[in-house]
């Protein structure tokens, strides 16, 4: 099925795009107005009156891929889609995400919210929320991308 | 192995004129001996008056390893007492903030205390009469720790005895003023809750980090170069987007940075940027610059305006950035692991627009996500490792180190200067070479 229309399609190329460090062709599947979203906690539903870790616009997302050196693997359950209306639909996607660096391999864990409208004659991603499930405590850097 | 605890003649030996042996970020002796001799006896951060504006309200955090509670009590004053039931030691509260009424209850046994930390109850009275509780340390309650605050900054002294807070901070408390005196009514408030890192590497590298003026434009050049590039495929006419105006300025040359200047202090405390800074061209907001110039008048201001330093440190635990708003706050875990937290401050009366702008440079520069601290903690592990070198074990700060830097006073240097670093050492040395603390 094609990632211009189906979502969960577009959320598994999404992060497949990531983990092939294909950036320039992961940040073509974001609208123009994106918003990249990792909030401090699961409740939060404010990106700018509380904290965030990262909340980024796409020139910040072009800024973060211009100088990514490293690798990374997303693991993904199986995409919901919990809300559809006309030519928008939100989905939820637990995953797994290890980062490597030297000799050093981290794993992160979360749920990752996706909001994607049609934009254009096709479906690009207008949010990326991703609620870790340790986004309370002291973190070591996130390096790559979530 | 104890090299260091009994000899200090060992520990002095550590820290020359203009260098630093590595055993000072490497020991976990003298890491444990820092505990003891320096922080416990320094003043330490613990929160804002701000968090906790309710009799009963409180927040918890460690200091020098140490849980503590800051709480506000009825009177409207504000205590720090250790998180530690006096009947078993366990937590009283691991929440990190809320409000316990009149009294703190232990989980385990019910224990409860009064919010000043004296015991107000304990279950099954009658198994303590006649015993010896109620005279010794058990039943004075929660230890009350020493704790002085300005402008709503809250300090504490783990040791029962050290120098009182304004001797040891002196004209270092400006620094605060330079903060409090944003808001247009002298107030701040803190913003939720701190970004939080957990930073591979001693404390040490971090905080001299905090005041390296030469690394910023050689580090960070990726990380600059990138927010250059994708500036400049912008369209001609966009509005340069705040991130943008915070990002590009760490590509600051060298002779800027000279230009910057630097003031060390006594007892460690230094200011870097006393001419200008990175930050002291971000575009002015004109109403706050207006509720400002309506309360302070024209002249006073300006002056407030204009005073944006890079760092400001208050040895051994915040660094503050007047210009964006924000403060670091170190919390060593380890002689080679450091927690640092980023904290926003509104300015009381001032517009959210400014608050936003603190945020967003929390954000970008200070979380574990930032493409600017990835660039330092990068740099900081591989010190970590590389140190355990025996090629050298000396680290240098000889830049500037002309002639006798030995008088304790206070003193302007150039914005390259390592004074600033050599001064941090003169205080660590003199602190773990005090007698052991009572």
């Known amino acids: ?47 700018i009156a509380e904290q965030s870790i990262a909340y980024e616009d796409p020139i910040l997302m072009r800024v973060r891929v211009e100088r990514i050196p490293i690798a990374g693997q997303h693991v993904l359950q199986a995409p919901r889609i919990v809300a559809s209306e006309a030519q928008r639909y939100r989905t939820e996607t637990a995953f797994l995400y290890i980062e490597s660096r030297g000799e050093t391999q981290t794993l992160w864990a979360g749920t990752t919210t996706h909001d994607l409208r049609v934009d254009q004659g096709r479906l690009a991603i207008q949010q990326k929320r991703i609620d870790l499930v340790n986004a309370h405590a002291a973190l070591p850097t996130i390096y790559l991308i979530l | 192995v104890r090299t260091y605890r009994d000899n200090t003649a060992a520990i002095t030996a550590l820290v020359e004129s203009d260098r630093v042996h590595r055993d000072a970020y490497l020991s976990a002796e003298l890491f444990a001996l820092e505990q003891e001799r320096l922080f416990a006896r320094s003043w330490l951060f613990v929160g804002h008056a701000s968090q906790v504006p309710n009799a009963g309200d409180f927040v918890t955090t460690d200091i020098a390893g140490v849980p503590v509670i800051l709480v506000r009590q009825a009177d409207a004053s504000v205590r720090v007492l250790a998180n530690r039931c006096a009947h078993k030691g366990a937590m009283i509260t691991s929440d990190r903030r809320g409000n316990t009424g009149r009294a703190f209850r232990c989980p385990y046994h019910s224990w409860s205390y009064r919010t000043d930390g004296s015991l107000l109850a304990v279950p099954v009275a009658e198994g303590y009469t006649g015993t010896a509780m109620r005279e010794c340390e058990t039943g004075r309650g929660l230890g009350v720790i ?5 402008r709503g900054f809250v300090f504490a002294r783990l040791a029962p005895s050290g120098p009182s807070f304004e001797d040891y901070f002196g004209a270092a408390l400006a620094n605060l003023d330079a903060m409090a005196d944003r808001s247009p009514e002298g107030e701040l408030e803190v ?10 590497a001693n404390w040490k590298i971090y905080l001299e980090n905090i005041n390296d003026s030469l690394h910023a434009n050689i580090t960070h050049e990726s990380s600059t170069g990138a927010a250059e590039a994708v500036w400049a495929e912008q369209p001609t006419g966009t509005a340069k987007p705040p991130a943008i105006e915070q990002l590009l300025p760490f590509g600051s040359g060298t002779e800027f ?9 006594p007892n460690g405390h230094s200011i870097l940027g006393t001419a200008a800074s990175i930050h002291s061209a971000y575009s002015a907001i004109p109403e706050y610059a207006e509720a400002m110039t309506q309360a302070y008048g024209e002249a006073r201001a300006k002056e407030i305006l204009g005073w944006s330093p890079q760092n400001a440190v208050l040895y051994p635990s915040i660094a503050l950035k007047a210009a964006p708003q924000v403060m670091r706050v170190l919390r060593p875990g380890a002689v080679d692991r450091t927690i640092v937290e980023a904290w926003t401050f509104l300015p009381r009366g001032a517009p959210r627009a400014l ?6 440079y929390n954000r970008l520069v200070f979380s574990p996500m930032s493409i600017v601290a990835h660039d330092d903690t990068h740099v900081f592990e591989t010190i970590q490792r590389a140190l355990a070198s025996n090629a050298n074990p000396w680290i240098s700060l000889h830049r500037e180190a002309r002639g006798d830097e030995s008088s304790t006073g206070t003193r302007d240097v150039g914005g390259l200067d390592e004074a600033l670093m050599r001064n941090q050492f003169r205080a660590w040395v003199a602190a773990l070479t005090r007698e052991a603390a009572p």
């Open chain 1, 1 to 47: 099925v094609s990632t211009a229309v189906d979502p969960i399609a577009l959320v598994y190329e999404e992060a497949r795009l990531l983990d092939a460090a294909r950036y320039r062709d992961w940040l073509a599947i974001f609208s123009h107005d994106a918003r990249y979203w990792v909030p401090m906690s699961r409740t939060q539903s404010d990106a």
């Open chain 2, 146 to 150: 020493a704790s002085g605050s300005h």
């Open chain 2, 191 to 200: 913003v939720g809750e701190p970004l939080r890192n957990l930073v591979p």
């Open chain 2, 257 to 265: 940075m000279a230009k910057m200047g630097g003031r060390v202090l």
């Open chain 2, 355 to 360: 608050v936003q702008r603190s945020m967003l």
